[in-house]
């Protein structure tokens, strides 16, 4: 049963104002909604809808060997909601063909799995609700924020009901092995994993625009032959940004054409289906488990966690962060919980990233020191909200106390 298993992930983050020290305290306002609007119809107009619109013709023009995944985070869901509820319909009515399956992932694309695993259940939980509240699916499958997976993960993963996981088919990790096979986890061997093709991925996802690269220009029937060549082709999973079709390459660049002729040239050429994890899981058995004592994910050449918690000013905002989550959830305030979890949002710890500084990698003028001190900022506002609470609490307890010794 030779498959591959196209993902795309979906998510926008919440933009934050400048937040100044004089600011905490006072103001508990820290959203830029202007251009959290503006940014959500802007990939909404160049990639979901043109996106969205080319990927249902593929489901109805093959209805027997088209299917593939989704993984949408809470907040995109979110913001759709808000301000382009007509994007939101456009993946209901994907979803509702019975062929695009929806992955589990944390509800605010947060990091939590590497430092709480009691919120990385909280934000799992959360988003099976949303997935079944908005599209009426339940989940089986899970892809984690950036696809950060390690074997401790997988064991959460397994308690939680999970039938298997995508992350990274990083080379240090797999070593001889092909990522195109099922494998499992050391651990909860019920668990199994599908490894994301790196080569392959990565032609399309960053290479497909590089006119220095040898492959270029990257045509459909081009890139199926390659995958004829492959021995090692039971099932190629290729999972990217979905912005890479029409927002990181616009139409010019060719993407649209490329993803509307793969599916064609694939099934001219080969015996390939397209399906979705699911699918797979149900179909195929796991070919033996793989140890992953340290995180992994699909990011950077190192394929670890450094572009996140590289540096002092990640690990000192990624710590603070979790050092008030007990007092957070005490506290019983909605608001204040919300606003924590989007704090935790892995964009915010990647503009602290100062490994392309000097290339300006981030696209902006913004320095990663001036993220630190907002985001910390912020950080502080949220403190104070947090023990103001646990006052009016003690003070109601007081008061009531009072009143029973009063009255006897």
Not at 191 to 198: G, S, T
Not at 231 to 240: D, E, F, G, Q, V
Not at 341 to 350: A, G, S, W
Request: hydrophobic share 40%; aromatic share 14%; proline share 3%.
């Amino acid at each position: 049963m030779n498959s591959i298993c196209l993902n795309f992930r979906v998510h926008l983050p919440y933009y934050y104002k400048k937040y100044h020290f004089f600011d905490i305290g006072v103001n508990h306002d820290y959203y830029d909604t202007l251009r959290c609007e503006s940014e959500v119809k802007r990939v909404s107009e160049r990639c979901y809808l043109p996106a969205n619109k080319l990927m249902m013709t593929l489901l109805e023009r093959y209805p027997e060997r088209f299917s593939f995944s989704l993984a949408i985070s809470g907040t995109a869901v979110e913001l759709l909601e808000s301000y382009a509820p007509e994007v939101l319909e456009s993946f209901k009515e994907l979803v509702s063909t019975g062929r695009v399956e929806l992955l589990a992932t944390p509800y605010h694309h947060s990091l939590a799995s590497l430092k709480s695993s009691d919120e990385f259940k909280c934000q799992i939980n959360l988003h099976r609700e949303k997935m079944k509240e908005v599209f009426g699916l339940n989940t089986t499958t899970f892809a984690n924020t950036e696809m950060v997976y390690a074997d401790y993960i997988g064991v959460i993963l397994s308690e939680l009901g999970f039938k298997g996981v995508l992350t990274e088919g990083a080379k240090h990790v797999l070593g001889w092995r092909s990522p195109n096979y099922v494998y499992s986890n050391p651990i909860a061997q019920n668990l199994k994993i599908l490894f994301r093709n790196q080569s392959l991925s990565d032609d399309i996802a960053l290479r497909f625009t590089n006119s220095y690269w040898t492959g270029y220009p990257l045509t459909a029937e081009k890139f199926a032959d390659w995958i004829i060549r492959d021995p090692n082709h039971r099932s190629i999973t290729l999972a990217m940004d979905y912005r890479v079709i029409g927002d990181y390459m616009d139409r010019s660049s060719g993407i649209f054409n490329f993803f509307e002729y793969f599916p064609e040239k694939i099934q001219k050429y080969t015996d390939f289906h397209f399906r979705t994890p699911n699918m797979i899981f149900s179909k195929m058995d796991s070919v033996s488990p793989v140890y992953i004592p340290h995180e992994i994910s699909w990011f950077s050449a190192e394929r670890d966690i450094t572009a996140w918690i590289g540096n002092d000013l990640q690990k000192d905002f990624f710590k603070k962060l979790f050092s008030v989550e007990e007092a957070i959830k005490k506290s019983g305030d909605n608001r204040l919980i919300t606003d924590w979890r989007r704090l935790q949002t892995v964009d915010n710890l990647y503009n602290m990233n100062m490994r392309w500084l000097n290339e300006n990698y981030l696209g902006t003028s913004v320095s990663p020191y001036d993220v630190f001190v907002d985001n910390m900022n912020i950080f502080a506002d949220i403190e104070i909200r947090m023990q103001q609470h646990k006052f009016l609490k003690m003070a109601a307890k007081r008061r009531r106390q009072s009143k029973e010794i009063a009255w006897g």
